[in-house]
């Protein structure tokens, strides 16, 4: 199968451990399975901190199963340890299928049926030595099975729009593009692109239609499909049928496709031959040409759904899909076991389904079997990579991929040439542009947008001995592929990397990694520069690179000069500098190697009623959105892990309901509708902070108009990692399900470490139920009184696991669930609070609070739907030991243990906004007597960012107010972010006017009265 040997370039130091010369594998003869190198000793290869390279060599013989591929995958790697922890932790192996086998790997070789080609003395012309004219076929139809066809009507126009670059007809024939084909052979394989293929329906008649060249007679066409797929048209019934023409004249065969047999793709053969009423498929003949086709014959399926049958990986092939590709209004099942029945084993090369950039996957219900996998891959992906009407059950592997790198190496010839290297350490300076073409940029792989964040090369001889000064990498897309002189591109290069001292080293690798990537457009030329700039020359010979020589293209220009006239990326041919251009040596490039990434947009996957994930989904960057007018669920046996996960309901009472905890790595957006928490808990592993403001919060939970529904007190968000990452957070809780109000829990991290912190709140009527650790609420009255009646209609249950945090809490309830009497005047406070003999301590809201560490405000939001009480400075105080006689150990009060809040008689007033801001009242002065308007009112204020500005309800703009009459006045902060606050303090007067005349006291007031 393979056997491969690697050799170290460095010399044995410390024993035979430390380079080895390892042979991976061993030679296997005739493999009579898939080979899976994962266990045992043969798995294992050290690697030391040089590049290794591995080889697979494959010996096909004659007898080799067809349709088999030549492929390996990389299974995982570990990085250190030793011997002993051969082979790899478990886990590092990861295959791209749940279930090894029957899965060929995208570019893999196939090993096909060796099809014969017939010959001919003089092909397609016979005047003139053309090969243009007359005996030729000028076209193939063939109307397939789900909208597929071949088509090859481009006649004299040249129309070869969709096929590859690369296609033999195109490349030799110079302009006539594929209509007829070159002598000898007189032979095309047309590639199976759209309008080029067909599929086939089992037991279906269909008709192929051909025409003849411009010879006025006896132009003969016979078509031959191979049914069986076994490298011949030899057997009874694959010859369809045969016509005789004259010049440009119409012949249709019309035939049936076997109703069992062999199903996927094989050849269709167009032979045509003149003078010839028995064409052969394979004989010499004089004149004509042959033409052959890809089909794929797929079988009858049953009406009502579309099942994938893995002729190859595009989603998008009818060729793939029984009845077609599958539309919105479709049932499609991946699943090997109904392809290949009962086992799901397959009797041919078997692909999963891969989602590209552009592409919109639809189905009305799609079901992903546990043998299967879905993969999207886009780069650049369609608005929905992937739209589902009804439910997406996933009981095999759905995997977005989100990264994408690969060495691609330009270059692998031998050639040594002391002149061919950017790296001259016998100049004082060098400037080198190498041109890369579009075309072979595509070939190697490369997509548009794709990043190359690094450049390899090795050297074959080292000459220098010191750095190349001012080493600089620059680049710039260019419209042409060649240089047209020794006359350097002097546009504008963006520099990448440098400048800088950089050493070569050999033996080894050299690693140039790019300060910023180089990024390709996808249809420009790549021109790379690279020049030095030293004082003098640093070896008595060149570092040199093995170099290739690119055909009759001018690819590389390299100036030098060893006599520092100018700087190395400016030099131009002059007196001086030398070139290669004189010695005839412009088409020679240097050995490099791209280090290659690739960015990936973002993949929408949408859901219109239920996700079920009973198997794996690797969410990648991606965002599963949850739309459409019904209730939705999410469910399964596995627990999901999305990137992001979003709601866009109709309206925002449509619910989603949760059946599984989820994990959400990036976001959860609440854009419009109800996501029910159901008693399972979300978990956030993005630790950012919040953005927005705190009616319409962005970052790791979103919200437009939308709503979290805890209501269960193990309905818990867990945010994750968050530890001395400060700054402001909110969730946005919603208050029930029939008619929700907007109560976002928020938090300000201001100091220490926090850790994780855990959430859940839920609504109780009369406080019942109780949250488990908590037994009444009694007042701190003696005797204790029950405080019930006086408490909010809520429970939060929270808690962190760091140790040392300080944060400001705000928790926001319905008005529906305050107590009569609460408002401003009478609001609540914060209270250390345990019972007797429980270890759960918990805290409540209520007066007297026992000191300052305790504060809070409480008011009404400018948001009319919620109240809230704030707890500042908050840092999880530890309860002393209760003596004797009571058992009560100390404790951290507030960790996962419920908050009520409960009245309170000292008034102060507070509008929270999510900027921070606080507007504090200091101090009021009352009117001493009606009509003195002598009163005050003086306030602080803290958070937000200065300067502020202040707008009073009497108009007035300076932040603190005298000469006021007995009133209330209320003031709006605004700070220079345009976040604002507000707060009101109400002015009386001292020393009123007594209802009756009677007898005075008090301070004397300037009174008259009649």
């Given amino acids: 199968m393979f056997d491969t040997t690697y050799v170290s370039p460095f010399p044995v130091t410390a024993g035979t451990d430390d380079y080895p010369s390892c042979r991976f594998g061993q030679t296997i003869a005739n493999p009579a399975t898939n080979l899976d190198f994962v266990n045992g000793v043969t798995s294992c290869i050290h690697l030391e901190y040089d590049t290794t390279y591995f080889w697979l060599t494959y010996d096909v013989k004659a007898n080799a199963t067809l349709g088999n591929f030549l492929d390996a995958d990389l299974r995982g790697s570990a990085v250190g340890g030793t011997a002993g922890t051969c082979p790899s932790p478990g886990g590092t192996g990861i295959s791209v299928t749940p279930n090894p086998g029957g899965f060929s790997i995208a570019g893999a070789s196939l090993i096909d049926a060796p099809y014969c080609i017939g010959t001919y003395t003089i092909g397609t012309s016979r005047t003139n030595g053309s090969y243009t004219n007359n005996d030729y076929i000028t076209h193939v139809i063939l109307n397939g099975a789900n909208g597929t066809a071949i088509n090859t009507t481009t006649g004299a126009k040249n129309d070869n729009t969709?096929?590859?670059?690369?296609?033999?007809?195109?490349?030799?024939?110079?302009?006539?593009?594929c209509d007829f084909t070159v002598h000898p052979p007189d032979y095309e394989l047309w590639s199976p692109v759209l309008g080029r293929t067909a599929v086939l329906t089992q037991g279906t008649g269909y008709s192929v239609q051909v025409r003849a060249g411009t010879w006025p007679s006896n132009n003969d066409i016979a078509v031959f499909i191979d049914y069986n797929h076994d490298g011949d048209f030899g057997d009874a019934g694959e010859?369809?049928?045969?016509?005789?023409?004259?010049?440009?004249?119409?012949?249709?065969?019309?035939?049936?496709?076997?109703?069992?047999?062999?199903?996927?793709?094989?050849?269709m053969r167009v032979r045509e031959v003149t003078g010839n009423s028995n064409i052969d498929p394979c004989s010499l003949e004089s004149f004509g040409e042959i033409e052959d086709f890809t089909i794929t014959l797929s079988p009858n399926c049953p009406s009502g759904i579309k099942l994938w049958l893995g002729n190859t990986t595009d989603w998008n092939d009818p060729g793939n899909w029984c009845n077609g590709v599958p539309a919105i209004t479709d049932n499609a099942f991946i699943d090997r076991a109904q392809v290949f029945?009962?086992?799901?084993?397959?009797?041919?090369?078997?692909?999963?389904?891969?989602?590209?950039?552009?592409?919109?996957?639809?189905?009305?219900?799609?079901?992903?079997?546990?043998?299967?996998?879905?993969?999207?891959?886009?780069?650049?992906?369609?608005?929905?990579?992937?739209?589902?009407?009804?439910?997406?059950?996933?009981?095999?592997?759905?995997?977005?991929?989100n990264s994408y790198s690969n060495n691609l190496v330009f270059g692998n010839g031998t050639i040594v040439n002391n002149i061919y290297t950017p790296f001259k350490s016998q100049s004082t300076d060098a400037r080198t542009q190498i041109i890369y073409s579009a075309a072979e940029l595509a070939a190697a792989g490369m997509l548009a947008n794709d990043n190359i964040s690094g450049l390899e090369f090795s050297l074959v001889f080292k000459g220098s001995i010191n750095a190349f000064n001012g080493f600089t990498v620059s680049y710039a897309l260019v419209p042409f592929s060649q240089h047209a002189n020794n006359v350097p591109y002097a546009g504008s290069l963006k520099t990448v990397y440098g400048p800088t001292a950089f050493t070569t080293i050999f033996p080894g690798v050299n690693t140039v990694n790019l300060n910023s990537p180089i990024v390709w457009d996808g249809t420009s030329s790549l021109l790379i520069q690279y020049c030095f700039d030293n004082t003098m020359n640093i070896g008595s010979n060149d570092d040199r690179i093995a170099i290739t020589q690119t055909t009759g293209i001018k690819s590389t220009l390299i100036l030098s000069s060893t006599s520092n006239a100018a700087p190395g990326c400016a030099m131009v041919p002059g007196a001086g500098v030398t070139d290669n251009f004189f010695a005839g040596l412009s088409s020679y490039r240097p050995n490099f190697t791209f280090l290659l990434d690739r960015p990936y947009g973002k993949a929408i996957i949408k859901v219109q009623e239920d996700w079920i994930n009973n198997g794996v989904f690797v969410a990648g960057f991606s965002r599963v959105v949850m739309d459409s007018s019904i209730a939705q669920t999410i469910s399964g046996s596995q627990v999901t892990t999305f990137n992001e996960l979003e709601l866009n309901k109709s309206v925002n009472t449509q619910t989603v309901t949760m059946l599984k905890r989820i994990i959400v790595d990036s976001s959860l957006v609440l854009s419009q509708g109800l996501l029910l928490m159901n008693g399972f808990n979300i978990t956030m592993n993005n630790?950012?902070?919040?953005?927005?403001?705190?009616?319409?919060?962005?970052?790791?939970?979103?919200?437009?108009?939308?709503?979290?529904?805890?209501?269960?007190?193990?309905?818990?968000?867990?945010?994750?990692?968050?530890?001395?990452?400060?700054?402001?957070?909110?969730?946005?809780?919603?208050?029930?399900?029939?008619?929700?109000?907007?109560?976002?829990?928020?938090?300000?991290?201001?100091?220490?470490?926090?850790?994780?912190?855990?959430?859940s709140t839920y609504s109780a009527p009369n406080n019942l139920p109780f949250p488990s650790v908590v037994t009444h609420l009694n007042n701190t009255i003696i005797p204790p009184a029950n405080n019930a009646a006086s408490t909010v209609d809520r429970f939060w249950l929270v808690q962190k696991t760091g140790s040392t945090a300080v944060a400001d809490i705000v928790f926001r309830f319905a008005n529906s669930e305050r107590p009569v009497g609460m408002s401003a005047f009478n609001q609540g406070k914060a209270q250390p609070f345990r019972t007797t003999s429980n270890t759960n301590s918990w805290i409540r809201l209520i007066t007297p609070h026992t000191s300052s560490t305790y504060t809070q405000t409480y008011g009404s939001s400018a948001a009319p739907a919620f109240d809230s009480v704030r707890v500042v400075n908050w840092d999880w105080p530890t309860l002393p030991q209760s003596p004797a006689p009571y058992t009560d150990p100390a404790g951290a009060i507030g960790n996962s243990h419920p908050w009520v809040v409960t009245l309170n008689t000292a008034p102060c007033g507070y509008n929270y906004s999510s900027s921070g801001i606080l507007v504090s009242v200091t101090n009021v002065t009352n009117e001493t007597c009606a009509g003195f308007a002598n009163g005050s009112i003086n306030i602080s204020v803290s958070g937000g960012s200065a300067p502020y500005t202040y707008l009073w309800s009497n108009g007035s703009v300076t932040q603190n107010q005298s000469n006021l009459s007995a009133g209330t006045y209320t003031v709006t902060v605004t700070d220079s972010n345009g976040a604002t606050a507000t707060t009101s303090a109400t002015v009386n007067v001292s020393n009123q006017l007594p209802s009756a005349l009677g007898a005075m006291s008090g301070p004397a007031c300037n009174l008259s009265w009649n």
């Fill in 341 to 401: 029945p009962p086992a799901g084993t397959p009797t041919r090369p078997y692909f999963h389904p891969v989602i590209k950039s552009g592409i919109v996957a639809n189905a009305r219900n799609l079901t992903i079997s546990s043998l299967d996998t879905i993969v999207v891959d886009a780069p650049t992906p369609s608005v929905n990579s992937l739209k589902v009407a009804k439910d997406l059950t996933n009981n095999g592997k759905l995997l977005v991929t």
């Fill in 239 to 267: 010859k369809l049928g045969q016509v005789s023409l004259p010049g440009l004249g119409i012949g249709n065969i019309p035939f049936t496709v076997p109703a069992a047999g062999y199903l996927g793709k094989t050849r």
């Fill in 162 to 177: 969709g096929l590859p670059s690369s296609l033999a007809c195109l490349v030799f024939n110079g302009g006539p593009g």
């Fill in 687 to 759: 630790p950012s902070a919040s953005t927005g403001n705190l009616i319409a919060p962005q970052g790791p939970f979103a919200r437009t108009n939308g709503y979290l529904i805890s209501e269960k007190e193990l309905s818990t968000v867990i945010w994750k990692s968050i530890n001395s990452l400060t700054g402001y957070r909110v969730i946005p809780f919603g208050s029930n399900v029939g008619a929700p109000n907007y109560i976002p829990f928020s938090f300000n991290h201001k100091s220490g470490n926090i850790g994780n912190v855990t959430i």
